[in-house]
């Protein structure tokens, strides 16, 4: 199972990472590597966290017409890493 992904946002590349974590209810420990940050989430199998997750991450790197394009790709690529 591939668990580190990349994405493009307006030519800043974010890389996303996924580690089995037993100790959280979804399994799953994921962190994005931004320029300025690192964001870690352990509720990516909800939703709502997931989509709040994906939102950081864009808005650590990007702030354009674009955004909820981007939150959207954040989101997909972080679930591509841990389904």
Known sequence: ?????EVD???VVVEIK????TSHV????????TPSC???SVKTHR???LDDFAR????SVYDGMRYEEFAQEVAEAVKSIID
């Open 1 to 5: 199972m591939k668990t580190i992904t």
């Open 56 to 59: 950081a991450i864009v808005a």
């Open 9 to 11: 946002i307006e030519g």
């Open 47 to 49: 939703p709502d966290f």
């Open 26 to 33: 979804s399994g799953w420990s994921v962190i994005a590597f």
């Open 38 to 40: 690192s964001i870690r």
């Open 18 to 21: 996924s580690r089995r974590d």
